[in-house]
């Protein structure tokens, strides 16, 4: 190896590891790590400009074409101009909190960065294991849930955006989501030994009803409904696991009170059957003892949607090009004189700020995007890449779950959420990338952690 080709490879190695850490960081620390800024730019958005000035983006974008094809190619041009506009036009009228508000659609960018990424072979490989690795650290910070109020104590704060004092850790926005991404890998992640796997299992079922008791949000609900109608479509015989993982897991919260364990969650209320069924109906606005407050957010929310779907029907212009950013979407104060500025429900949001084009835009993307998976998921289980066809279930469980997140909350608003769901589907769009190179089982099976020996070097297919 040359000396160039040594800083080369040292280089490309520091760029997936800085990479890698700002992806962990985001998942873990997410709402406070997400405050910490350079000037007045986020962390996300610097790593961005460094993938501007260091990415040979000829080469890149070229492989990207050969995967996409013309009008796919342009359906993404079209969509970052058109984000690219706005957000400019609201920068022009409304200064810097118009790029805050745009955050969402600026980190679309990361299906390119992450399609770039995922052409080094290191970077899949320390992806793959960073993946499995993670899942231990999430369920391990998760359960510091019920101490929370005391870990804060322990955490540096840092000034929000709005000039709130934050803490930078310790603070579990997403952290339920990721607990159940987790719970979903232990029986999609199969292991030889059956007491292993039991085991597995079990953890599995006691991931739920911790989530369940402890984070008593109503996502939660949703999340688990989506992850089972996944399995029961996709992975048929992890759905028959899947079954008795829920019943363990209910069982786990029908015998707390059986054995004196009052489990008492982030809302205030003692977690039972009982309560969960009222917390799920709360979802539909209906009230019932301990779960009021919940229920009258439904209506508060929908008043909000109201109010935005008036101002965006005003007349055609607001309807097809949008509302725009730079202000708040709602009026609703929260603590600390802190100004709520979008309505909880990231649907509403992307339709409300980029109108019916921007809007159409992003779902064209999306329905792309899930074509390319599709067939990635049956080419791997046809051709029995078994790792690798995990963690293409893993990921979809994923983005699932941040999109049921975004009916109830500004989840794609936040980047501890859009940046990793992003960068995630770019790396699919690169695995797409190596089968029709066919090269799929030479680079990616390769990279997986079982086939890995330390010693390989970048072949000529990440060139």
């Known amino acids: 190896m040359t000396n160039i080709d040594f800083y080369r490879k040292l280089f490309l190695e520091s760029r997936d590891r800085l990479a890698l850490l700002i992806i962990f960081c985001y998942l873990l620390f997410n709402y406070g790590f997400m405050q910490i800024r350079i000037g007045i730019l986020p962390i996300g958005e610097i790593f961005i400009l460094l993938m501007v000035f260091i990415t040979r983006w000829l080469t890149v974008t070229s492989r990207f074409y050969f995967v996409t094809g013309p009008s796919i190619m342009m359906l993404f041009i079209t969509w970052w101009l058109f984000v690219a506009l706005s957000a400019m036009f609201g920068f022009y009228k409304y200064g810097v909190w118009a790029l805050r508000d745009a955050s969402h659609v600026i980190e679309t960018i990361y299906i390119l960065i992450g399609f770039c990424l995922f052409g080094s072979y290191f970077f899949m490989k320390k992806l793959f294991s960073f993946l499995r690795f993670f899942m231990i650290i999430i369920i391990l910070y998760g359960l510091t849930y019920p101490v929370s109020d005391f870990l804060r104590l322990l955490s540096p704060y840092i000034s929000g955006g709005s000039g709130q004092s934050i ?63 996944f399995l029961f479509i996709f992975r048929r015989s992890e759905f028959k696991k899947g079954v008795f993982v829920i019943l363990f897991g209910l069982l786990i919260i029908l015998m707390l009170p059986i054995l004196g364990f009052e489990a008492e969650g982030r809302i205030g209320q003692v977690v039972s059957l009982e309560f969960i069924y009222n917390h799920f109906m709360a979802i539909f606005g209906i009230s019932k003892s301990g779960v009021e407050s919940a229920a009258g957010g439904v209506s508060l929310r929908i008043g909000w949607w109201l109010n935005i779907y008036e101002k965006w029907s005003l007349d055609f212009t607001t309807m097809f090009f949008g509302l725009g950013f730079g202000f708040p979407l709602i009026d609703h104060d929260l603590a600390n004189g802190v100004v709520a500025r979008e309505p909880h429900n990231s649907f509403i949001s992307l339709l409300a700020r980029l109108g019916v084009i921007g809007a159409s835009l992003w779902c064209l993307i999306h329905c792309y995007l899930l074509k390319i998976w599709f067939n990635l998921f049956k080419y791997t289980k046809s051709n029995h890449y078994q790792v690798i066809n995990n963690f293409l279930a893993v990921f979809m469980i994923y983005f699932i779950f941040v999109c049921v997140f975004a009916i109830g909350e500004d989840s794609f608003e936040k980047p501890f959420n859009a940046i990793p769901y992003y960068l995630l589907w770019g790396c699919i769009l690169r695995m797409e990338w190596y089968r029709k190179k066919s090269i799929f089982e030479e680079v990616v099976t390769s990279a997986e952690p079982k086939h890995f020996n330390g010693t390989q070097q970048i072949s000529s297919a990440w060139r």
């Open 167 to 229: 803490p930078l850790f310790f603070v579990y926005t997403n952290t339920a989501m990721l607990m159940l991404v987790s719970a979903a890998c232990m029986f999609i992640f199969k292991s030889e030994s059956f007491f292993v796997s039991k085991f597995k299992l079990a953890v599995a079922g006691f991931l739920i009803a911790f989530c369940l008791a402890f984070f008593q949000a109503r996502t939660i609900y949703l999340q688990i409904i989506a992850l089972y109608l």
